[in-house]
């Protein structure tokens, strides 16, 4: 099989234009392609007056394919062969059920190989299953009262059921093949397996994860929700078992001599507890900032220009970072097209926001986070939570901010550059589902983050027209984009405490959806390998 790229094709072009399209690429007949797959697909709108989509195509030819791939460059053309993902040999001896907790993306994918694997892992979320946390969380935009085990960040699914459902990921592993297949194979949308933006919307999620949990319990897997890691059993520098808390406040103790600590990046209690107990936890940068709401068709408009409602492009999205030569910069994360900002609060007096969207993207306005890094010596201390605990104070100052009453906190774009608290709304309809409080969001923010962001709105707009609309809206803060601790492990996947697997965006060793799913694999992997 042959990897074919850069097939330009117009927007409305069919299966024949792609055939043929291919075959003057490789110099050879129609007739010589036996089978044709979408590998990739890509809109190129970098001239407004001539939008393509840019193929990459898997063909099967009735030809010497060694010699038809050595006649083009291997950026163009090369040999490769369809990826299966292969169970690793079960060799672990232990007697014991290993225990996952945490039913995010990194707790899916490690319970659904060691299911998989006959070891029937018991799974512990202290957040409801997706159906009752969904109820949950849109009680708490309607009444504002929070609760704080099952919310945007805790429950079945992990925080990105409550997303956008963005697949995108800078990490090159193989196994992200296994993650697309497996959400395909679970009820996502076909296109995640060749769309250069997949993703699978908020909408369609629920029901992938509520597969994917059926099909671990199927294999032997249990699943308990409403229930809190408590402790972690230990005794000379190895797992012994954990307590949880049930739904009715029991504790419970289980013996294991395996957890894979899947937690996310929101779990501070349970961070706190792990400290506590001596575990090796290290400072690591985080990001904060605000979310920017603009009219969607504005951003369609800047960039696809007079092919902005064209049937065959969805609803148009950005990428933008500006890097300064001296100073901090700027990047946009997780666009949001057609989209919703959420409170994603998960304690109680604390407000933080994110982006969410439905697999159709068809909302009025578009949103994105704009974020700024913050490094470990911006920190208030050297304690190893100290990032956590600055997230956790700017979030109680937009609480406050926003009148205590989970409000955001918003400001209008030309307001905030021109440095003066905004007291009502303009153009742009704010779509937070709490609703928000015009304000100051210097009042919230560090001053290092509202200075950077002010000054690099106008390199934002050179990029992208229009993107300085001084009735965008600014909803704060978002400070949850990944977490400001990683707990330490070895190459073996562990910490000093035997038995003990950090995993995931929580734990530090991932960003997003599908890294966090690979790194469940990854050390899934390794518990079935039994090296300690």
Known sequence: MLRVNEIKLPLDADRRAAYSAVAKSLRISEGDILSLKISKRSVDSRKK?????????DVELNADEDTIARAFPDSKVFKTEEYRYTMPENKRVSKFRPVVVGFGPAGMFASLVLAQAGLRPLIIERGNDVDTRTKDVKSFWSTRVLNENSNVQFGEGGAGTFSDGKLTTGIKDKRCRKIFEEF?????PEDILWSGTPHIGTDKLGEVVKSIRKK???????????CRLTDIITANKAVFGVSYEKPDGTITDFETDTVLLCIGHSARDTLEMLYAKGLEIMQKPFSAGARIEHPQIMINKAQYGAFYNHPSLAAADYKLACHPPHGRGLYTFCMCPGGTVVTASSENGCVVVNGMSEYARDGENANSALLVGIEPEDFPSAHPLAGMYMQRGIEKAAFAAGGESYCAPAQLLGDFLKNTPSKKLGSVNPSCPTGVVPGDLRRVLPKKVTETLAGSIADFDRKLHGFALPDAVLTGPETRSSSPVRIVRDDLYQTRIRGLYPCGEGAGYAGGIVSAGVDGLRVAETVLSDER
């Open 184 to 188: 395909v194979a679970n009820g996502a």
């Open 216 to 226: 671990v319990i199927a294999m032997g897997g249990e699943v308990l929700f409403g």
């Open 49 to 57: 007056d001539n939008i393509f989509f840019v193929y990459s195509f």
